[in-house]
């Protein structure tokens, strides 16, 4: 079956580095993405990753793939006050369709 | 690229009428639209996906004469929400598929009163 999750909260300073984490269990997973959500809008695509990627790096954002442990995580560099986001983690697979299999998501709370 | 509307982007309306929400890709076209609605502070909840041309596929326990989706278009797909009724309320994400990803359109927030 497809189960993600995710931690629900992360406090950081702004300046600091942030990490989010996402596991998954579905090992037939093509992409795996990462979209921001701010409050009462709708989910803007951040980046993805391939799944026999094992990592990348756009800007301030790194992601990186632990296929072995099913394990996707997000980094973003020099966090912003306008990071403070919901962020969701989420999985397709292309034999199902694309459908996405979203994580519950992670607050992400930048302090100045 | 790869932009998504929707309209209208948040509605009020009376128990029992019915609610249309249309989803309109604006730059590309999306031969697979999907339609998601989304609980406070929940993770978004697949409800169909949309292939134009042909009926849409519901996921399970999500009533199809309730929740009519219509995908005419490459580019235009549409919700009705029928006899709505207040726990319709939600926030309600279309998106539409190119090259493998789904892009999201900005929600469409709904009270039905």
């Known amino acids: 079956g497809e189960d993600v999750e995710q931690s629900l909260f992360l406090s950081v300073r702004e300046g600091d580095s942030s990490v989010i984490n996402c596991t998954y269990t579905d090992s037939s997973s093509t992409y795996l993405y990462w979209y921001k959500q701010e409050p009462g809008a709708g989910l803007q695509l951040l980046t993805y990753?391939?799944?026999?990627?094992d990592m990348k790096q756009d800007q301030r954002l790194t992601v990186l793939l632990n296929k072995k442990d099913k394990h996707l995580s997000l980094r973003i560099a020099d966090t912003q006050t306008g990071d403070s986001a919901i962020y969701f983690c989420a999985e397709s697979i292309t034999a199902a369709g694309n459908k996405l299999t979203f994580g519950g998501g992670t607050r992400v709370l930048v302090k100045p | 690229g790869a932009v998504v509307s929707q309209h209208p982007s948040w509605v009020i309306c009376k128990s029992g009428t019915s609610v249309k929400i249309e989803c309109r890709s604006l730059d590309f076209q999306a031969t697979t639209m999907f339609w998601y609605r989304q609980f406070p502070k929940q993770s978004l909840m697949l409800m169909a996906t949309s292939n134009e041309g042909s009926k849409a596929t519901y996921e399970q326990g999500v009533e199809k004469d309730k929740f009519l989706i219509n995908h005419a278009s490459l580019t235009l797909s549409t919700l009705t929400v029928t006899s709505a009724h207040p726990e319709d309320s939600s926030f309600y994400i279309c998106a539409g598929t190119l090259q493998e990803t789904q892009y999201f359109g900005p929600g469409t927030r709904l009270l039905v009163l």
């Open positions: 990753i391939f799944s026999n990627m």
